[in-house]
């Protein structure tokens, strides 16, 4: 049986991604974003305050953030559900994107997002 070697050359990755959620005052929480996940569950996990009340199914948008332009273009285009909810949105911008269609991947390390001053809850 031959041995592993986990050498210092080993090129996996040893750091997990970061998210930077920015709220409405402009503080700034920078969190652990594990691969895959969503950035839903990623501020839920984390306190930050992002309601979901659809819990991602596509359903509001009450999960509205605004990522910083260098980083709209690395993801993934919004689908006509997701651009058909962001018309609810308050404070829409072009950057505007729905955080539960965000998934965390290794290009998205470093993401910052900045959260609206308010959202609208067409489900109460």
Not at 66 to 89: G, Q, S, T
Request: proline share 5%.
């Amino acid at each position: 049986m031959a041995a592993v070697n986990l050498s210092a050359s080993d090129n996996s990755r040893t750091t997990m991604p970061k998210i930077t959620f920015v709220d409405p005052n402009g503080t700034a929480i920078e969190v652990d974003a594990p691969l895959g996940k969503s950035v839903l569950d990623i501020a839920q996990a984390n306190n930050i305050d992002i309601e979901g009340a659809c819990e991602g199914s596509l359903a509001c948008s009450t999960c509205h953030v605004i990522v910083e332009p260098e980083w709209y273009d690395k993801l993934r285009p919004a689908e006509e559900e997701e651009e058909d909810m962001l018309d609810l949105a308050y404070g829409l911008t072009r950057t505007s994107r729905l955080c539960c269609q965000i998934l965390v991947t290794e290009e998205l390390d470093g993401l910052k997002v900045n959260l609206p001053t308010e959202t609208h809850n067409m489900m109460l």
